[in-house]
């Protein structure tokens, strides 16, 4: 069993009404795995799923790379401005 730290940002943190979290994990699984895994839990990011940014201990990362204990994964939405 593995615990990941979630972190959500901008407008992710009202759907899934939580900045940051502890989620325990079976087993290590890829980055795109448990994104697929958050989103069963909040369908509501569903639409933004492919878009979403994703850090991996504070860098951005390949959504291949797999996740160990103690990792702290942060989801961002998609950024735009002028």
């Keep these: 069993m593995i615990t990941v730290r979630l972190k959500v940002f901008a407008s992710l943190r009202d759907i ?16 795109n795995k448990f994104l697929s895994y958050i989103v069963e839990q ?17 860098e951005y990362c390949d959504r291949n790379s797999l996740l160990k204990d103690g990792d702290v994964v942060a989801i961002f939405p998609p950024v735009s401005g002028g």
């Excluded at 799923?49 to 994703?54: D, G, P, T």
């Design 42 to 58: 909040f369908p509501a990011l569903k639409a933004k799923e492919e878009y979403l940014l994703v850090a991996l201990n504070e």
């Design 16 to 31: 899934c009404e939580f900045s940051e979290r502890e989620i325990q994990l079976s087993d290590s699984m890829s980055v």
